[in-house]
């Protein structure tokens, strides 16, 4: 199993994923610390915790707006690439919640 180190708002974090999927992670870590930064510099300084929460609500709309675009596709019968691109949404949403999941671990952590 290899990790990767990430940072949000300056703190490294050592993730762990599967072999391979390295650049993939690093690729979600800085869009993350991107968005969070979007966020303070919108909201100013906030908890780790609350951030997390902020951070997670913004992905989930995204998320939500995709899903949503995907179900448009869907009525208007775009066939079997709708349903290939329904498959990789519901990949991409259980894996930042998985991912989600495991850094709010790390953060609640002392």
Known sequence: MA?????????S???ACEDGQEAHLSRLGRYLD???TQ???STGPVSDSMLLV????LIADELS?????LENLARSGK?????EAEE???NAIDSLASRIDSLAEKLERP
Do not use: K, N, P
Not at 54 to 57: F, T
């Open 88 to 90: 990789a949404v519901v």
């Open 3 to 11: 990790q990767v180190s990430i940072t949000l708002r300056g703190r």
């Open 54 to 57: 902020m951070v997670s609500l």
């Open 65 to 69: 707006d995709a899903a949503g675009e």
């Open 13 to 15: 974090y050592q993730i």
């Open 39 to 41: 966020l303070m510099e």
């Open 79 to 83: 066939g079997d690439a709708r349903v």
């Open 34 to 36: 991107e968005r969070a």
